[in-house]
């Protein structure tokens, strides 16, 4: 970063090549003839600018008489101690120590000279300077007023014309009061301020400032890439609402951007360091948590004991920048708890990682070692900072390595380098996970497509006639591929066979589930009648086929005179005439080999209406979350098929919805 010395090493610079002026002034002469050459003034072009560097008069505490006659032209400071102008006084013998103190010195101004300026770069923490015991501009509050830790850069203070004249010696004194809230080994001056004329000393701060610019432009870069990627990352969840990992993401992006631009804000604008601490952290420590449900959700983590851990980390920081906002804990001790805070949440997102690439996922294999030394420069940094603050000399070697890596082609940090690795990592993964997504939707609609078509086999096309019957079926699929089904098969005696049921889950495997269940009761009818045996025969088959699922299913025989035999496998009873009918019920099928299925028998008269239904009908669920229920669904039962499953749609269809209706006629005139 540019400072006020390497303007003052230009201007040297320029000094130093008054002899090549001059020769190159000759040269003009002797060469150009008749024409006249042009004079170069040395007085009045040169830079009107000096820096401050030297030894300066230093006191400790405050006026005494409380008049500030400490500022006056006339005091006496002999006794006061020399110290340097460009480094702090905890540096020079008075480590450690806090509050009032002064610094003094003359400046004799030039001849033909405009209005004069001073320059600080940064001084620590809240200060007032005087010329000539006049008071000519502060920075941040001192007592008696509530004093902050304000920091700031290159502050101007115009020196009043009447006393920049010509060979007069300007007594300047400086009012400094240091927080106890920063940890820094002194305040006072970090680095020479300078003095000019307005004008000169303007264009110094702007270049100091273009320099801090440059200094910080690899954070500029990462915050740029940051935003980027929440914008990307907002826009992957307007795709696509129910992946939440997106947002996750987006979040934890802005926020770290967000972050940045305090950093950005605080290099040119004075500001309360406590507050922009507090909102540095305030934005950290959320985003860091947002990245944590980030990676659960991509790696489906076990939200155990070290994830809730990890969040208390991050809640139990933030009490801690606000107990160190209150001064209640030292910046040292923060650090020590911080860094002890963040071991669970680095263990809890390694932890996730490092068992997702076990696995095979290639996703994680792409983060862990990013992520790894990410959280490795993190640590790096902390630990660096609590050697640093305790006095430790050769931590100075380490910090400029760390916190400047390379100057080319702009200065970067070794945490930049950890930082940007990071940020590439998870965006590689993104659009490699969305891409994924894609695919394995594509793959899901060709399946829901193929098991559509498998259920429209499957489902009857019409319904037969039976005489003396009235048969009415309806099937209303909710928009997946679900698992009811059922059957009317007419049999030779003029009777008929009337089955119903729902498998667990849906899509393909449903789908396939159905087909084998409607093929064996197709097949068990041209061999039994008997509702129980064919129950016994289906549970069989689907033994060990049900991957952890079941199936409910009710089988009745209608014989022509009226008599009803029953078996229910763990299904919804029917009604007769809005009656539900009394039919033990044994286990679903594929549960147990042990399952029996008792029959039941009845006795239909004439004008006798049955109703099967689904669980689609008593779950319908309404918008504010009420069930339909069975005492809704045991009321509409005596109204026809149609009537029923358009009352369970409109209530609010969650389920696939059967509904047969058997009404009973009488024994037909023929018989």
Same mark, same amino acid.
């Given at each position: 970063?540019?400072?006020?010395?390497?303007?003052?090493?230009?201007?040297?610079?320029i000094?130093?090549? *008054?002899?090549?002026?001059?020769?190159?002034?000759?040269?003009?002469?002797?060469?150009?003839?008749?024409?006249?050459?042009?004079?170069?003034?040395?007085?009045?072009?040169?830079?009107?600018?000096?820096?401050?560097?030297?030894?300066?008069?230093?006191?400790?505490?405050?006026?005494?008489?409380?008049k500030?006659?400490?500022?006056?032209?006339?005091?006496?400071?002999?006794?006061?101690?020399?110290?340097?102008?460009?480094?702090?006084?905890?540096?020079?013998?008075?480590?450690?120590?806090?509050?009032?103190?002064?610094?003094?010195?003359?400046?004799v101004?030039?001849?033909?000279?405009?209005?004069?300026?001073?320059?600080?770069?940064?001084?620590l923490?809240?200060?007032?300077?005087?010329?000539?015991?006049?008071?000519?501009?502060?920075?941040?509050?001192?007592?008696?007023?509530?004093?902050?830790?304000v920091?700031?850069?290159?502050?101007?203070?115009?020196?009043?014309?009447?006393?920049?004249q010509?060979?007069?010696?300007?007594?300047?004194?400086i009012?400094?009061?240091?927080?106890?809230?920063?940890?820094?080994?002194?305040?006072?001056?970090?680095?020479?301020p300078?003095?000019?004329?307005?004008?000169?000393?303007?264009?110094l701060?702007?270049?100091?400032?273009?320099g801090?610019?440059?200094?910080?432009?690899?954070?500029?870069? $990462?915050?740029?890439?940051?935003?980027?990627?929440?914008?990307?990352?907002?826009?992957?969840?307007y795709?696509?609402?129910?992946?939440?990992?997106?947002?996750?993401?987006?979040?934890?992006?802005?926020?770290?951007?967000?972050?940045?631009?305090?950093?950005?804000?605080a290099?040119?604008?004075?500001?309360?360091?406590?507050?922009?601490?507090?909102?540095?952290?305030a934005?950290s420590?959320?985003?860091?948590?947002?990245?944590?449900?980030?990676?659960?959700?991509?790696?489906?983590?076990?939200?155990?004991?070290?994830?809730?851990?990890?969040?208390?980390?991050?809640?139990?920081t933030?009490?801690?920048?606000?107990?160190?906002?209150?001064?209640?804990?030292?910046?040292?001790?923060?650090?020590?708890?911080?860094?002890?805070?963040?071991?669970?949440?680095?263990?809890?997102?390694?932890?996730?990682?490092?068992?997702?690439?076990?696995?095979?996922?290639?996703?994680?294999?792409?983060? *862990?070692?990013?992520?790894a030394a990410?959280?490795?420069?993190?640590?790096?940094?902390?630990? $660096?900072?609590?050697?640093?603050?305790?006095?430790?000399?050769?931590?100075?070697?380490?910090?400029?390595?760390?916190?400047?890596?390379s100057?080319?082609p702009?200065?970067?940090?070794?945490?930049?380098?950890?930082?940007?690795?990071?940020?590439?990592?998870?965006?590689?993964?993104?659009?490699?996970?969305?891409?994924q997504?894609?695919?394995?939707?594509?793959?899901?609609?060709g399946?829901?497509?193929?098991?559509?078509t498998?259920?429209?086999?499957?489902?009857?096309a019409?319904?037969?006639?039976?005489?003396?019957?009235?048969?009415?079926?309806v099937?209303?699929?909710?928009?997946?591929?679900?698992?009811?089904?059922?059957?009317?098969?007419?049999?030779?005696?003029?009777?008929?066979?009337?089955? *119903?049921g729902?498998?667990?889950?849906?899509?393909?495997?449903?789908?396939?589930?159905?087909?084998?269940?409607?093929?064996?009761?197709?097949t068990?009818?041209?061999?039994?009648?008997?509702?129980?045996?064919?129950?016994?025969?289906?549970?069989q088959?689907?033994?060990?086929?049900?991957?952890?699922?079941?199936?409910?299913?009710?089988?009745?025989?209608?014989?022509?005179e009226?008599?009803?035999?029953?078996?229910?496998?763990?299904h919804?009873?029917?009604?007769?005439?809005?009656?539900?009918?009394? *039919?033990?019920?044994?286990?679903?099928?594929? $549960?147990?080999?042990?399952?029996?299925?008792?029959?039941?028998?009845?006795?239909?008269?004439?004008?006798?209406?049955?109703?099967?239904?689904?669980?689609?009908?008593?779950?319908?669920?309404?918008?504010?979350?009420?069930?339909f229920?069975?005492?809704?669904?045991?009321?509409?039962?005596?109204?026809?098929?149609?009537?029923?499953?358009?009352?369970?749609?409109d209530?609010?269809?969650?389920?696939?919805?059967?509904?047969?209706?058997?009404?009973?006629?009488?024994?037909?005139?023929?018989?």
């Amino acid at each position: 970063m540019r400072t006020c010395n390497d303007c003052v090493t230009m201007f040297s610079v320029i000094r130093s090549g *008054i002899g090549f002026v001059l020769l190159a002034t000759a040269a003009l002469f002797s060469g150009a003839g008749a024409a006249r050459a042009q004079t170069f003034d040395l007085e009045k072009d040169r830079v009107q600018m000096t820096e401050l560097r030297g030894l300066w008069r230093f006191h400790t505490g405050d006026d005494p008489d409380g008049k500030l006659g400490w500022a006056t032209p006339d005091f006496d400071d002999a006794s006061w101690t020399l110290l340097r102008s460009d480094q702090p006084w905890g540096e020079q013998g008075f480590k450690g120590y806090r509050g009032f103190a002064w610094y003094r010195f003359k400046v004799v101004a030039p001849g033909q000279q405009e209005r004069l300026a001073i320059c600080i770069p940064r001084l620590l923490t809240s200060y007032e300077i005087f010329a000539d015991g006049k008071l000519i501009g502060s920075f941040g509050a001192l007592p008696p007023q509530q004093p902050g830790s304000v920091i700031g850069f290159d502050q101007i203070f115009a020196l009043p014309p009447a006393i920049s004249q010509p060979g007069h010696p300007i007594s300047i004194a400086i009012r400094v009061w240091h927080s106890s809230s920063l940890t820094s080994s002194g305040g006072g001056p970090e680095d020479a301020p300078s003095i000019g004329d307005l004008a000169t000393i303007q264009g110094l701060k702007t270049d100091n400032e273009y320099g801090r610019f440059w200094s910080i432009t690899s954070g500029n870069v $990462l915050m740029l890439m940051n935003l980027v990627a929440a914008f990307g990352g907002f826009f992957l969840f307007y795709m696509r609402p129910s992946d939440r990992e997106y947002l996750w993401f987006a979040i934890y992006e802005l926020l770290t951007g967000a972050d940045h631009l305090c950093t950005d804000w605080a290099m040119f604008y004075p500001t309360d360091r406590g507050e922009i601490r507090l909102l540095s952290f305030a934005l950290s420590g959320p985003s860091w948590l947002f990245f944590l449900f980030f990676v659960f959700r991509i790696f489906n983590g076990r939200r155990n004991w070290l994830y809730w851990a990890a969040i208390a980390t991050e809640v139990a920081t933030l009490l801690g920048i606000l107990a160190l906002q209150a001064e209640w804990i030292t910046e040292r001790q923060f650090r020590i708890a911080w860094a002890v805070f963040l071991i669970p949440y680095f263990a809890c997102v390694l932890g996730l990682l490092y068992r997702s690439a076990r696995q095979g996922i290639a996703d994680a294999k792409m983060m *862990i070692v990013p992520v790894a030394a990410c959280y490795a420069s993190w640590f790096a940094g902390i630990f $660096l900072g609590l050697f640093y603050f305790a006095g430790a000399s050769w931590v100075s070697h380490y910090f400029g390595w760390y916190f400047e890596l390379s100057r080319w082609p702009f200065p970067f940090s070794f945490e930049n380098v950890t930082d940007l690795l990071m940020l590439l990592a998870v965006m590689a993964v993104l659009p490699l996970r969305f891409a994924q997504s894609r695919r394995d939707e594509e793959r899901l609609a060709g399946e829901l497509e193929s098991a559509r078509t498998i259920q429209q086999v499957l489902i009857p096309a019409e319904t037969p006639s039976v005489p003396g019957v009235d048969i009415r079926c309806v099937y209303k699929p909710a928009g997946q591929v679900g698992g009811d089904f059922f059957q009317i098969i007419p049999l030779p005696n003029g009777g008929l066979l009337a089955v *119903i049921g729902d498998v667990s889950g849906k899509g393909m495997p449903a789908a396939m589930t159905v087909s084998l269940l409607v093929g064996t009761v197709r097949t068990l009818a041209h061999f039994t009648q008997s509702p129980g045996e064919m129950l016994s025969a289906m549970n069989q088959r689907m033994l060990g086929r049900t991957n952890g699922g079941f199936t409910t299913c009710l089988v009745l025989r209608l014989d022509p005179e009226g008599s009803m035999t029953a078996a229910n496998a763990g299904h919804l009873s029917p009604y007769r005439n809005g009656v539900e009918l009394e *039919i033990e019920s044994g286990l679903p099928l594929g $549960l147990s080999a042990d399952s029996h299925y008792p029959e039941a028998k009845f006795a239909l008269d004439p004008s006798d209406q049955l109703t099967l239904v689904t669980d689609g009908v008593v779950e319908a669920r309404a918008k504010d979350g009420e069930l339909f229920g069975f005492p809704r669904t045991q009321a509409i039962s005596i109204q026809n098929a149609d009537q029923i499953a358009q009352t369970a749609h409109d209530f609010g269809q969650d389920d696939d919805i059967t509904v047969l209706t058997l009404t009973f006629a009488g024994v037909p005139a023929s018989a």
